[in-house]
Structures are given as C-alpha cells and as structure tokens.
C-alpha cells in the first residue's frame, strides 16, 4: 500500500525559507525508475508542478522556480524534502507530493501553507 | 510551447456522454494524464498513456489523443464525477511537467 504524508509549517513569513517533507512508504527511492514529485496549488486555482527527484538522485526543477527550490531524499527514512527559499504572499498554496513523474500515480493529502507577516 | 489549455467548465447531465478536452503542442510528442479533484481532495489519477486507467478507476472513464487534443470522457456521467479535471503532459525537453488550467464539471 502506497501512502505519501507531506508535512512543515502552516503559517511562513514573507522571505523566509520553507521546507517541506514528504514521508512515504510502499515504495522505494533506491528503485530503479522511482521518482518522487512536488506539486503545489494555490488556493481557487491550477496545478503546478515544482520539482522531482529520480532514484538515481537526478533532480528536476521548475524553469519558473528553479533558482528558489531544492530538492533532497533521505532513502534510509523514505524521505524527500523541498526547500522554497525567499517566500512571497503569491507562494501561498496546498502543497502535495507525489509518486511519479508521468503519471504521477499517488498523492499526498496536501499541505496548506500560508505566507504571511 | 509548453502549456495546455482547458475549457474552464463543462456541464452534462446524468447519465450522458461528457468529453472534456486539453490542447497542447506538447501532446503531438506525449500522451496525457488526467486527474480528478474533489473539493478539499488531493488529484487523483484517473486516465494515463495512451488509455490506461488505474486499478479502482471505473471504466466509463476513457482517454484518447489526436493530434495536439488530448481527450478525456466519461460514459453514462455519474453524479460523483462531478469535479475538476486537470490535463498533464511532459513539456517539449520531456523532463519537465505542466498541467492545464482545469475544467469543472457538473453533473445536471
């Protein structure tokens, strides 16, 4: 059984950093073709795809994003971790970490995170 | 380009046929994934590849692709199908995702 738990804080202040953890189980990262995905979603609006990190530890950055984001597994404690640094107000959104890539076949429950002073 | 478009709402009414549709260039190079969200839910995977659904997915739900149009529909609508539904693809490098806008559907 395949289960993702995104977890960090709820409430950031404007320019701080965020980061976010995902603990998942069912599967490994040290498996060939495991990837492991964040997607956030601001409130009322679209998805958008943030980052990916390969078992082989290759890692994918959004082209809008990529000089804020950093992406990082822990394969012993089936971890993967995104930091977001220089947080905004319009960074506000449900985060969500997923299995996979194309497709991304299994979802955690989502984070809210609000930015805010 | 590397985005794809949604018609923002579509309505069908129960039981009939709905096809809800994502436009894309990426599409001529690669198939489409098609998520469900309820309110207050994460996505969940409803179509990918060329028409594969996911073990749990009823199957009135079906995909299909022609050139830069990826489609998604839904046979004999069903009042818990009523959701947003959002469009994925790899962009034009094939390393990178973008997801449509979404469209909402209301079951009449």
């Known amino acids: 059984q395949v289960t993702l738990k995104e977890s960090g804080p709820a409430l950031v202040k404007p320019t701080q950093t965020l980061t976010l953890t995902c603990t998942f189980s069912?599967?490994?990262?040290?498996?060939?073709?495991?990837?492991v995905s964040w997607i956030r979603q601001p409130p009322g609006k679209a998805l958008e795809w943030l980052a990916r990190?390969?078992?082989?530890?290759?890692?994918f950055y959004s082209t809008s994003l990529k000089t804020r984001l950093t992406i990082s597994k822990d394969t012993s404690k089936n971890q993967v971790v995104l930091t977001m640094t220089n947080m905004d107000p319009v960074d506000t959104a449900t985060y969500y970490c997923?299995?996979?890539?194309?497709?991304?076949?299994?979802w955690g429950q989502g984070t809210l995170v609000t930015v805010s002073s | 380009s590397s985005e794809l478009t949604q018609d923002p709402a579509v309505s069908v009414a129960l039981g009939q046929t709905v096809r809800i549709t994502c436009q894309g260039d990426s599409l001529r190079s690669y198939y489409a994934g098609w998520y469900q969200q309820k309110p207050g839910q994460a996505p969940l995977l409803v179509i990918y590849g060329k028409n594969n659904r996911p073990s749990g997915i009823p199957d009135r739900f079906s995909g299909s692709s022609s050139g830069n149009t990826a489609s998604l529909t839904i046979t004999g609508a069903q009042a818990e199908d009523e959701a947003d539904y959002y469009c994925?693809?790899?962009?034009?490098?094939?390393?990178?995702?973008?997801f449509g806008g979404g469209t909402k559907l209301t079951v009449l």
């Open positions: 997923a299995r996979g890539y194309d497709p991304f076949d299994f």
């Open positions: 069912g599967f490994s990262l040290s498996t060939s073709a495991m990837r």
């Open positions: 994925h693809s790899r962009d034009s490098s094939g390393d990178h995702v973008v």
């Open positions: 990190i390969d078992w082989d530890d290759d890692k």
